[in-house]
């Protein structure tokens, strides 16, 4: 169905969203996908790789153990290479070596290096004791430590009772944390005390605290980035017994349309191949706006609850030139589009041509109950035009002021970043890939703000996000 410019075509599998500003492509053959786009406002047309427009990662960990804190010392304040670092010479990884005067800090890094400008060039080391249950032994386990952008070291190496198990590069502007195998069959297994506590040391060095952007505006290193112990809350440390998540494959039950006045809406249903895991998404569009809205709403319909780790609104695979995004914020594409979810804990990641809209709800879910997930928005402007400069007080605003017309698929849920894999090393193999990753969900709560008054604080500039990644939902 199309009147004016509006509507919706269909040609077999595929789906065309027909606005007078764009058409939005998905296709329905193996789940929801998005195809490719055309911006009506610069003639362009943008393939986007065929990606899931829907993803979750559900909790399937027996157990997972957090890591509450560590004591930190630096080592050296200069580069040189890690095998002649003082601190390694002096054996700083051994279980037996005293850290009681070391600085207690929440993460591997001690509180405030953030405003030092030579903190690149310095080694630190980092210490903590985990007790590791004697129910593990037999089982999957891995240990997750690293951040995923800024406040992160761009090298670790990581020893296990005095014992070298792995190290970890994060060079891009999006990271992995690094995942160490300690289960059976792993060169780290032998040296795991199960049952018992355990000393984990960290050697780590090239701490980033700057941007590319900072470093272009500010070469001189006399600012820093404020408030590092709240935003972004960007480093993970823990332990996972068993596998951490699943990811289940949607399939397409259901494709409608409805029209209420110059507004469209295309409903699609999902379901897993079991039927225990439901999903509705909903796009929204109209004939004034040049903008795309995406609702997605999640069911758990099995007969026990289930948590959700990760959920992923969208990946987008494109050739044109990409902004890195972040919390709160779009990533613009090529100029002439932004994408984005219209919460200011939702992040929007672009890195190597991939776009990611991501929310970590960490949410358990009963049977027969449901999670809205955050509103997603792709808008278009002409080539060069004012596309990305009137995304906050546009795109942020239109969310707002459409709240009241949205019904229950609002969503009101705080989270944290799409991420990227870093290259983790367990002396024997290498990886730079993509990879779902586990999220351990923190007990803290933020502060529900609606998208109608921040698009205010961000028009005024003074918007910079203060709920830490990984909070459960509101």
């Not at 051994?94 to 030092?116: K, L, N, Q, S």
């Not at 809350?233 to 494959?249: A, I, K, M, N, R």
């Amino acid at each position: 169905m199309e009147i004016d410019g509006l509507g919706v075509r269909r040609d077999g599998n595929r789906v065309e969203i027909v606005s007078p500003h764009f058409t939005y492509c998905v296709d329905i053959s193996s789940g929801l996908r998005a195809r490719y786009l055309r911006n009506a406002l610069s003639g362009h047309r943008i393939d986007l790789g065929g990606e899931p427009e829907l993803e979750i990662d559900l909790d399937t960990a027996q157990d997972r153990i957090g890591i509450t804190g560590w004591r930190v010392k630096c080592s050296h304040d200069g580069r040189c290479d890690a095998d002649r670092e003082p601190g390694y010479m002096e054996g700083l990884a051994r279980p037996e070596m005293h850290d009681e005067d070391w600085r207690g800090t929440v993460t591997v890094a001690p509180e405030g290096i953030h405003a030092d400008p030579e903190v690149e060039d310095k080694f630190y080391w980092a210490r903590t004791h985990v007790f590791i249950p004697s129910g593990a032994e037999g089982r999957p386990l891995s240990l997750h430590l690293g951040g995923l952008g800024l406040y992160d070291f761009s090298y670790m190496r990581v020893f296990v009772n005095g014992h070298e198990i792995g190290e970890r590069r994060a060079d891009g502007r999006w990271n992995e944390p690094g995942v160490f195998d300690l289960g059976e069959g792993s060169s780290a297994r032998s040296h795991v005390r199960f049952g018992q506590d355990n000393v984990i040391a960290v050697q780590g060095t090239g701490y980033r605290v700057r941007t590319e952007r900072m470093e272009d505006v500010d070469p001189r290193k006399t600012r820093h980035l404020p408030m590092k112990s709240q935003w972004p809350g960007q480093f993970e440390q823990f332990l996972v017994v068993g596998d951490p998540v699943s990811t289940p494959e949607f399939e397409v039950l259901n494709v409608r349309e409805r029209e209420e006045g110059d507004e469209m809406e295309l409903t699609v249903e999902l379901s897993s191949p079991d039927s225990t895991i439901g999903a509705e998404v909903k796009y929204r569009w109209n004939s004034s706006e040049p903008v795309l809205h995406r609702f997605s709403r999640i069911r758990n319909e099995g007969e026990d609850s289930v948590t959700v780790l990760n959920v992923r609104l969208g990946t987008y695979v494109t050739d044109v030139e990409i902004s890195d995004g972040e919390q709160g914020f779009p990533v613009y594409l090529g100029g002439e589009l932004f994408a984005a979810l219209a919460h200011p804990s939702g992040w929007a990641i672009g890195q190597h041509g991939i776009v990611r809209l991501c929310q970590y709800p960490g949410r358990e879910i009963e049977p027969g109950s449901s999670m809205d997930c955050m509103e997603a928005i792709i808008g278009f402007a002409p080539a060069g035009g004012r596309g990305s400069a009137s995304y906050p007080t546009f795109a942020v605003g239109v969310a707002g002021s459409r709240e009241a017309t949205r019904g229950s698929m609002q969503s009101t849920s705080p989270s944290g970043p799409a991420r990227f894999r870093s290259s983790t090393r367990a002396r024997s193999s290498s990886s730079t890939t993509w990879r779902r990753s586990s999220r351990v969900r923190k007990t803290r709560t933020a502060t529900s703000t609606t998208t109608s008054s921040i698009s205010g604080l961000i028009t005024a500039g003074t918007w910079r996000g203060s709920t830490p990644r990984g909070s459960p939902t509101a």
